[in-house]
């Protein structure tokens, strides 16, 4: 274990089933952390647990549910002696302008994106501080930094994102737990997610490629590269870093 970024610590990681959370988990054991999986979806969440091996553990968890993140929190600190390290990952981006979005989508969509972001940190802290403290990292997007037609919900569960991680940032700061808190803006992933999205386009195919010229570099990200981000964040080569957002977009944003 010597010489691994994340040896000795403990995580956990929520939408770990599939997708970015999936790849971010990943990212954490091959740098010799252990990580506690965390998703609603129980089959997706437990295969991914045994294909990731000893080092990962999977909970069954509602990220909109405040007792959901009592039990699970515990559960996991009780397992792995202790937490580190919280990535609130889990999200939902349904398509949808301001006039076409229903009252219980924007609902829904908050729900998952901004409240599971706000309960993860404010029951997430406190363990993170019994453990010595450590760092959250906070799943935002590039549509938290600038506007997309389509997704009103979407936008502004992300763009709340960014400035409650700046808030909870500070407060650990002014409280001097020894937490760090940051934000990462992804353009499009090649992530269930996204292909979702496309599937429900009228020329998938098409839509694709449109996603990928819309971006400077030419194409869709991959997980690997937003965790890669994950791990610097969660390392101690990022303790002098908080409060900030880390554009992962390919050069969309700076156009």
């Given at each position: 274990?010597?010489?691994?970024?994340?040896?000795?610590?403990?995580?956990?990681?929520?939408?770990?089933?599939?997708?970015?959370?999936?790849?971010?988990?990943?990212?954490?054991?091959?740098?010799?952390?252990?990580?506690?999986?965390?998703?609603?979806?129980?089959?997706?969440?437990?295969?991914?647990?045994?294909?990731?091996?000893?080092?990962?553990?999977?909970?069954?968890?509602?990220?909109?549910?405040?007792?959901?993140?009592?039990?699970?929190?515990?559960?996991?600190?009780?397992?792995?002696?202790?937490?580190?390290?919280?990535?609130?990952?889990?999200?939902?981006?349904?398509?949808?302008?301001?006039?076409?979005?229903?009252?219980?989508?924007?609902?829904?969509?908050?729900?998952?994106?901004?409240?599971?972001?706000?309960?993860?940190?404010?029951?997430?802290?406190?363990?993170?501080?019994?453990?010595?403290?450590?760092?959250?990292?906070?799943?935002?997007?590039?549509?938290?930094?600038?506007?997309?037609?389509?997704?009103?919900?979407?936008?502004?569960?992300?763009?709340?994102?960014?400035?409650?991680?700046?808030?909870?940032?500070?407060?650990?700061?002014?409280?001097?737990?020894?937490?760090?808190?940051?934000?990462?803006?992804?353009?499009?992933?090649?992530?269930?997610?996204?292909?979702?999205?496309?599937?429900?386009?009228?020329?998938?195919?098409?839509?694709?490629?449109a996603l990928a010229d819309m971006i400077p570099?030419?194409?869709?990200?991959?997980?690997?590269?937003?965790?890669?981000?994950?791990?610097?964040?969660?390392?101690?080569?990022?303790?002098?870093?908080?409060?900030?957002?880390?554009?992962?977009?390919?050069?969309?944003?700076?156009?």
């Amino acid at each position: 274990m010597a010489g691994l970024r994340l040896a000795g610590k403990a995580a956990f990681v929520t939408g770990a089933a599939s997708g970015l959370g999936r790849a971010i988990a990943a990212a954490f054991i091959a740098e010799g952390a252990r990580v506690a999986l965390a998703d609603i979806d129980r089959a997706g969440g437990e295969r991914a647990a045994r294909e990731l091996g000893a080092a990962a553990l999977f909970l069954e968890h509602d990220v909109g549910d405040e007792p959901s993140w009592e039990r699970s929190l515990a559960a996991a600190a009780a397992a792995m002696a202790g937490l580190h390290i919280l990535v609130n990952n889990a999200g939902v981006g349904p398509l949808g302008d301001v006039e076409r979005t229903s009252l219980e989508e924007w609902r829904f969509v908050h729900r998952v994106n901004l409240d599971g972001v706000f309960l993860g940190c404010k029951h997430g802290i406190s363990r993170i501080r019994e453990s010595g403290g450590g760092s959250i990292v906070n799943m935002s997007s590039v549509a938290g930094l600038i506007g997309v037609h389509n997704m009103a919900a979407y936008c502004s569960s992300k763009g709340a994102v960014r400035l409650l991680t700046k808030s909870v940032a500070m407060h650990c700061a002014r409280r001097r737990y020894g937490i760090r808190c940051n934000s990462i803006h992804p353009v499009y992933i090649a992530t269930p997610m996204v292909e979702e999205m496309l599937a429900g386009a009228r020329d998938p195919e098409r839509m694709r490629q449109a996603l990928a010229d819309m971006i400077p570099l030419g194409r869709i990200g991959r997980p690997e590269e937003v965790a890669q981000m994950a791990v610097y964040l969660a390392s101690d080569e990022s303790t002098l870093v908080t409060g900030a957002e880390f554009v992962i977009d390919g050069g969309l944003s700076a156009t």
